[in-house]
């Protein structure tokens, strides 16, 4: 059974970084996801190679399936795998997550996205010890789902026609509506590193969670801080600041959490 696990998740990987890719380079509904993004776009939508993160968080799902594979078949005595239900579903909801976008299901898709945040943090809740590489991956992933989560939400209100570029187009506008959003994403961040139990979680990577809102934080910034740099720039600076002392304080543990007989 755990081999069988093991040959599902490394073709859920693989079926996962297939449609994102296939999604954003040929496009499903004749629409790609940059292009639906831009439809619904916002000061807070960061800029387009803050999304390269994926890459990063594909290569350690590879690494963590893999590793996942070749214990099963090489090493007997493995009993669980790093690649648990929570991380599973999440992938399987990621798939479904790019189909609702691309078909222009704004609403529907933050649904989803909020399904795929709660399996994460499901994932990460799990009691069984992970090798460091899973809890790294978790981090990643759970950090821009985060900040994807806020994103979706905002498109969603843009989609509603809530949400103009100045005080006589829609109910907000921009920058302060992105201000807002960015304040937000601030609160999700420090909502999950709030709980304890997440934070043990993710030991010994937990600094990697808040570098991921750094990451996103610094995008917004370049976006908007060309010629007239407006109130979302400042924001997203010192929120970036925040979460990077944060990241440099779980930091500074890592050596003292992280010993030799820590599994990779």
């Known amino acids: 059974m755990l081999q069988i696990r093991a040959v599902v998740n490394l073709i859920l990987v693989a079926a996962v970084i297939f449609i994102s890719y296939y999604s954003s380079i040929v496009g499903i509904n004749e629409q790609t996801q940059d292009s639906v993004s831009a439809a619904f776009s916002s000061a807070f939508t960061p800029a387009a190679y803050a999304f390269s993160i994926w890459g990063a968080i594909f290569i350690m799902l590879i690494i963590v399936a893999v590793k996942d594979l070749r214990g099963v078949f090489l090493n007997g005595t493995q009993t669980t795998l790093s690649f648990n239900a929570g991380l599973s579903l999440a992938l399987v909801l990621t798939f479904i997550w790019v189909f609702v976008w691309s078909y222009l299901q704004i609403g529907w898709s933050l649904v989803v996205m909020t399904a795929i945040f709660v399996s994460l943090i499901w994932a990460v809740l799990s009691g069984k010890e992970r090798p460091v590489s899973a809890n790294i991956t978790l981090a990643l992933y759970l950090g821009w789902i985060s900040v994807a989560l806020v994103a979706n939400e905002a498109a969603w209100l843009v989609s509603l026609d809530l949400v103009g570029e100045n005080k006589e187009e829609g109910f907000l506008h921009d920058p302060s509506f992105s201000v807002m959003q960015s304040a937000l994403t601030l609160v999700v961040f420090a909502l999950v590193m709030s709980f304890k139990s997440i934070r043990h979680g993710l030991e010994p990577a937990v600094f990697v969670y808040p570098l991921v809102g750094v990451w996103a ?21 010192f929120f970036a600041l925040i979460l990077l002392l944060i990241a440099g304080y779980f930091g500074s543990k890592w050596n003292s959490s992280y010993s030799a007989t820590t599994k990779d």
Not at 222 to 231: D, E, F, S, T
């Open 217 to 237: 934080y610094i995008a917004i910034l370049i976006k908007n801080g060309a010629g007239n740099p407006n109130l979302l720039v400042y924001v997203s600076a």
